[in-house]
């Protein structure tokens, strides 16, 4: 579910602390409660992946605000 994560970020990245920690506590929550893994190991694992699929999409939504207001400035 990559592209959820990315995805995520893309539309949260203005609040980045918010939609980290969000995808940080949520996602493995989600992935319990879905059955896809059981509470260990592997899940700290699975939010860290999250965590740096958020960052990705976050890092393009502030990459886009920061040309937007070059652009304004200019």
């Known amino acids: ?3 959820a994560l990315i995805v995520f970020g893309l539309l949260f990245g203005r609040w980045w602390r918010s939609a980290l920690i969000v995808a940080a506590l949520g996602w493995p ?3 319990v409660v879905d059955g896809v893994q059981q509470v260990g190991p592997g ?10 699929n958020t960052a990705a999409g976050v890092l393009i939504h502030q ?12």
């Open 43 to 52: 899940l700290l694992a699975a939010a860290g992946l999250a965590v740096l």
């Open 63 to 74: 990459g886009v605000l920061l040309l937007i207001r070059r652009r304004r400035t200019s």
């Open 1 to 3: 579910m990559i592209p």
């Open 29 to 31: 929550v989600l992935l």
